[in-house]
Structures are given as structure tokens and as C-alpha cells.
Nanobody, 124 residues
């Protein structure tokens, strides 16, 4: 069983930056693929970014490419999401998730463990 705890959310003006962290415990962090998802009010939960367990290949939604960067530190059991040039449409609850599947999936159904979420609000 993997437990995930996100931190780093908050209120920021458009064009600003935030760095989200997700600390994992209770499992072998290096054996899981990690993803960040977000969910805005009234919308489906959507994939933001993913990073593979072994070679740290990264994947991004088109809406955040060039602005967001996902990384992981297996020694610290932590995955990060650096968010730059934030836009009001990035406002959502951000969740980190862990997947035991062999590759990165964009669907939340392929993720086995979830954090509680952290709110990101971008003002215009």
C-alpha cells in the first residue's frame, strides 16, 4: 500500500509559478510510475503529467507542455510538478497518483493510489 501526500498548492497570479510536491510512503517508490492529475469544479479529472519509474521518461498534456515540468527523486520518495507561466484555466485541485502498470497511462483508471489533493488557484 502506497500513501501519497501532496503539498505546495496555493493562490498565485497569472504568469506566476508554483512547485507541487508529493511524498510517498509505504511502498517501493522506485517501482511505480507517477502521475499528476487535476480536477476543476464540474469537470472530469484530467491527466497533467507522468513520469516513468525507471528511466524517468516524462509525458505531458498538450495544455501544459512547455510550462510544467515533472520530476522525481527516488532517494527522497518524492515527485514534483514545477508549474510556470500559470494561467487562470490551470485552477483546479491537483492530485498525484501512483501506478503499478508497466507504462504511463493518461487515464486515472490505471492508477492504483491517490493523494488527497492540493488546491491551485490562479487569479487573472
Amino acid at each position: 500500500q502506497v500513501q501519497l501526500v501532496e503539498s505546495g498548492g496555493g493562490l498565485v497570479q497569472a504568469g506566476g509559478s508554483l512547485r507541487l510536491s508529493c511524498a510517498a510512503s509505504g511502498g517501493t517508490f522506485s517501482s511505480v510510475n507517477m502521475g499528476w492529475f487535476r480536477q476543476a469544479p464540474g469537470k472530469e479529472r484530467e491527466f497533467v503529467a507522468g513520469i516513468s519509474r525507471s528511466d524517468s521518461m516524462t509525458y505531458y498534456a498538450d495544455s501544459v507542455k512547455g510550462r510544467f515540468t515533472i520530476s522525481r527523486d527516488n532517494a527522497k520518495n518524492t515527485v514534483y510538478l514545477q508549474m510556470n507561466n500559470l494561467k487562470p484555466e490551470d485552477t483546479a485541485v491537483y492530485y498525484c497518483a501512483a501506478s503499478r502498470y508497466s507504462r504511463i497511462y493518461y487515464s486515472p483508471r490505471q492508477y492504483n493510489y491517490w493523494g488527497q489533493g492540493t488546491q491551485v488557484t490562479v487569479s487573472s
